[in-house]
């Protein structure tokens, strides 16, 4: 079966950097494009940003652009997010998610059908 392992994460001060990776198993993995989402506490679930299937193009949205970096290793069925200058508002569960096709669509959840069990990420001030 699909599986998504989520890793890195965990505690960091304002500023500081985290990468997250995400492992696939069980899909062809170039052959699905990869979104990250978060849920902050109390809130749902966001889309943060994504990457096709080939990795030539990235999409991020504005809370992110500039900070975040996500990228693919499609010999090892990894997808990365560097995430560097972060800041106390991007505390929040990650998940990595992968959707069957090429390109990443629009971020609606429903466009995914892979997720990730997620990942912590807190920012102190």
């Known amino acids: 079966q699909v599986q998504l392992v989520q890793s890195g994460g965990g505690q960091v001060q304002a500023g500081g950097s985290l990468r997250l990776s995400c492992v696939a198993s069980?899909?062809?993995?170039?052959?699905?494009?990869m979104g990250w989402f978060r849920q902050a506490p109390g809130k749902g679930r966001e889309f943060v940003g994504a990457?096709?299937?080939?990795?030539?193009?990235?999409y991020y949205t504005d809370s992110i652009r500039g900070r975040f970096t996500i990228s693919r290793d499609n010999a090892k069925n990894t997808l990365y997010m560097q995430m560097n200058t972060l800041k106390p508002e991007d505390t929040a569960v990650y998940y990595c998610?992968?959707?069957?096709?090429?390109?990443?669509?629009?971020?609606?959840?429903?466009?995914?059908?892979?997720w990730g069990q997620g990942t912590q990420v807190t920012v102190s001030s």
């Open positions: 069980g899909l062809t993995f170039e052959n699905h494009a």
């Open positions: 998610a992968a959707r069957p096709a090429p390109h990443y669509g629009l971020g609606y959840e429903f466009e995914y059908s892979y």
């Open positions: 990457i096709s299937g080939i990795g030539t193009s990235t």
